[in-house]
């Protein structure tokens, strides 16, 4: 019968799945970039929000306060917070800790062309903001930003690089451990460059529909099941009324 179990070697554990070893993650020394968890609050059917468009603020109105908690307890425990600039645009999000006393994490936006509003909430005062933006961002976007207290980072050509921008994170910004905070597509892509250690989700009981309303991961379809993202379960409690799950996340070698 195929069977999940750990080999612990040195620092580094190993899943052995049908005697085909998983690396899983390994240190952010090891690594040389920050440590990362997806933290997400998930309806039943896996969606993120409403429906495409719609701030996912509408479904976080319905988490337990013990949930907002546990929330804001994480941000404080992170030196640093990413999200997508499709969810800067859509949710206007401030991301800093409120509900509980801490520190806020530095604020990391990816977006290519540097065209996220000058008034986000997100280039606020409130915390220290990164933009990466790629060589494709006009040099009068990259000012206006630098203008309103932010940092920039000019990271690829076309797209940001995740890789660099998470080298450069840990190598100048001393970043060890990283949330992020969706949305599908950055989810997708982080998962995809493998820079994902764990998964957070934080379940609510909705059940809202609708083919093409944003899930966990968006991105490309996989062709074969060669190509899933395999995950370990490694803890479950209620938090409140709401369920939260914890998984690692493996990679083949
Ligand atoms: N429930 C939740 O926990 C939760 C959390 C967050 C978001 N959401 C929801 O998710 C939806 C938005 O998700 P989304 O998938 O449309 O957008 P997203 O993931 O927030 O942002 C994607 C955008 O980030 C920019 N980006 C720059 N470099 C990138 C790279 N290397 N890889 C990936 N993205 C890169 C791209 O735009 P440019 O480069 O062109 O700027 C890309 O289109 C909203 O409805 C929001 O409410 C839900």
Redesign the pocket.
Known sequence: MPGFFYKLIGLTSLLIQDNKPLRKIVMAEENKRPHVMIM???TVDGK??LKK????KI?MKYMDHETDLLLHKTRAEYDAIM?????IK??NSFLTVRYVNGENPVRVI????G?IPLDSNVLGSDAKTIVAVSKKAPLERIEAIKEKGADVLVCGED??E?PLLMEILYSEYAVRKMMV???????Y?MLQDRLVDEVRLIHLPFIVGGADT?SLV?GMHIDSEEEMFRLTLKSHYMCGTNLVTEYDVMYGE
Do not use: F, M, R, W
């Not at 999200?83 to 969810?87: A, D, E, F, I, K």
């Not at 905070?181 to 989810?187: A, F, M, Y």
């Open positions: 997400s609050e998930i993120l929000t468009g719609a701030s996912s479904l999200v997508g600039s499709n969810t859509i949710d990816p977006n290519s062309t065209d797209k940001v995740l905070e969706g949305g599908p597509t950055l989810n892509y944003p968006g």
